[in-house]
C-alpha cells in the first residue's frame, strides 16, 4: 500500500488482513493509476482543466449548473468540512439525501477533502442507520433537513455522532438558507479548496450493502476503485460520450446509482438528471421532456414503464441499464416490444462496486446475462472451487481490479477464496463464455431433491397476463423438504381466487419443467423491496 494521506486511521486499521483479500487485476494500460489520486479530483477538476467547465453537469426539472458552478459548491463545501466542522482526513461522513444536486455536491467535497463518504438510503429508519454509524465510527454527518426525525433520533443512540448539518436542496435551486445550515456556511466561503493528496489506496467510500439479507456489511473502497468502476463497464459496454444526459432511479448511496447517475457521466464530461423521487409515469415524463440518452433503473420499474412508454415520446433514449437483481426475460421482451431498445443487463454487487458481466444490446443472447466486462475474470465453481463443466450451474466467482475489503467482519473469509470473489449466486456457462443465472445460492430451493431456482419461477409466473409482480421462496415440506411458494401481486381486474391459483400453477408447468411450479400460491398486495428494487425474499420467509 502507498503511503495515506489519513490522519485519522480507523479505515486502514479495520482492513481485513492482506491474506484474506481477492487478487486485484491492474494491468491493463486504462486501470494503470498514479500512486498519488483523489476521485473527486478526476471526475471533476479535470473536467473544468479540459475546458468542460460551461458544460451543464447536474439537471433537475427546476435548475441546472455547470462543471464550473458544481466546482465552486464542492469547495465550498469541503471549506466547511475541515474549517466549521474540524474534520481530518480518514474520518467518516454520513450523507443522507435524495438524489439531489446537494447530495452531489456533498459527497464529492467528502472525498475531494480526503474523507470518507458513507452515503444511506433515504428511506433507512432510525434502527437501521445506528448499526451503520456505531459500525464506521462517523462523527459527522450532512443530512437534508427533510430527512431530520430519522436521523434525531439515531443521533440520539450514538454519542460519537457530534457534529451534524442540515441542508435543504428541494428542487435543486440554493436560496433562503437557513442560519447555521450547509448551504448558508457554504455560502460565507471562497470558492478554492486544494484537494487532499490521498493515495490510490485510501479509503473513499464505505458502501453498506442494501440489506436483502437484513445483515448489511460495510464494504470499503479506494479511490482507484472509483475510477476503475468509470473506466470499464462504460468504456466496452456503454460507449458513452460528453452529450449523452443520464438518469434514472437508483440511490446515489447505492453504488448502482453513485456509478450509473454521477461518476459514469463526470468521467466523460456528460450530464446527469437528478430526480428526487420518481415513478414509472414521472420518470418516463421526465425521459421526453430533457431528452436523456441513458436510462438505468431496475427490472421492477421497466416492466411498470412498459405498460406506458408508447404515451411518451421516448425518441432521445438510445441506452437502457436494468441490474440491482434478476432481469426476467418476459421484461426484457416487454421493453423491447415498446421501445425498440435492447435492455443491458447486467451483475455487479456492492463488494465490487459495480458491473462485471454485461453485453452490449448487439451482443445480447437471451436467457443470460452475458460475457465477463473486459479488466474482470469469472468461472463458475463448486464448493472446493474447481471449475465445473459448461452449462453446469455452481457458485459465480469473478476478480478483478475491484473486490471486497469488509469493514471489520468476519465474513470477509466466506466472501473472498483462493483470491477469488465469491458473490453468493448461482450461475452457468456456456461454451462461448455466456453466462446464465439461476439464483441466489441461498434462494435455491431443493424439493423431493430437485434443485429449483426461484427466479426462474418468478419469471415464467410474470409471462400470464394476469400478474403484476412475483416473489419466490421455498417453505418446508414434511414430504418433499421443501416446495416451491409464490407470493404473486396481480394486475388490477383479476381476482385472488381458486380458480387463479390453478389457472398460474398450469401455466408454469407450460413455461418451465412441470416439477419447478409453485405448489403453494399467495396473493398479495405488495412485495418487499429495498429502495432500490430488490425483492427481499428473507422477509418473504418471515411471513
Known sequence: MFPSAHVDTFCRDHLPPPAQWPVFLLERPELRYPPRLNAAVELLDRRVAAGDGGRI?????????????????????????????????????LLRAANTPMLAACWLAVVKAGLVAVATMPLLRARELVPVIDAARIGAALCDARLRDELLEARAQCPGLERVLW??????????????????LAASKPPHFDACDTAQDDVALIAFTSGTTGQPKGTMHFHRDLLAMCDLFPRSILHSGPDDLFCGTPPLAFTFGLGGLLCFPMRVGASTLLLDRATPDSLLAAIARHRATILFTAPTFYRQMAMRAREFDLGSLAKCVSAGEALPDATRQLWKQATGIELIDGIGATEMIHIFISSAPADVRRGTIGRVVPGYEARVVDDAMRPVPVGE?????????????????????????????????????????????????????????????????????????????????????????????ACVVLRPGHSGDEAMVSALQEHVKATIAPYKYPRRIEFRDALPRTETGKLQRFRLRET
Not at 67 to 80: G, K, M, N, S
Open 57 to 93: 453537469a447536474v439537471r433537475t426539472d427546476a435548475a441546472a449548473c455547470t462543471y464550473r458552478e458544481l466546482q465552486a459548491q464542492v469547495d465550498r463545501i469541503a471549506r466547511v468540512l475541515v474549517e466549521d466542522l474540524g474534520l481530518v482526513p480518514g474520518n467518516r461522513v
Open 167 to 184: 441542508f435543504d436542496d428541494g428542487d435543486g435551486t440554493v436560496g433562503g438558507a437557513a442560519p447555521g445550515s450547509l448551504e448558508a
Open 393 to 485: 450451474p455452481g457458485r459465480l466467482a469473478v476478480r478483478g481490479p475491484t473486490g471486497c475489503r469488509y469493514l471489520a467482519d468476519p465474513r470477509q473469509r466466506d466472501y473472498v477464496r483462493d483470491g477469488w470473489n465469491l458473490t453468493g449466486d448461482t450461475f452457468s456457462v456456456d461454451a462461448d463464455g455466456y453466462f446464465r443465472y439461476h439464483a441466489r445460492s441461498d434462494d435455491m430451493i431443493v424439493s423431493a431433491g430437485y434443485n429449483i431456482a426461484g427466479p426462474e419461477v418468478e419469471a415464467a409466473l410474470l409471462t400470464h397476463e394476469a400478474v403484476a409482480e412475483a416473489g419466490v421462496i421455498g417453505v418446508p415440506d414434511e414430504a418433499r423438504g421443501m416446495v416451491v411458494k
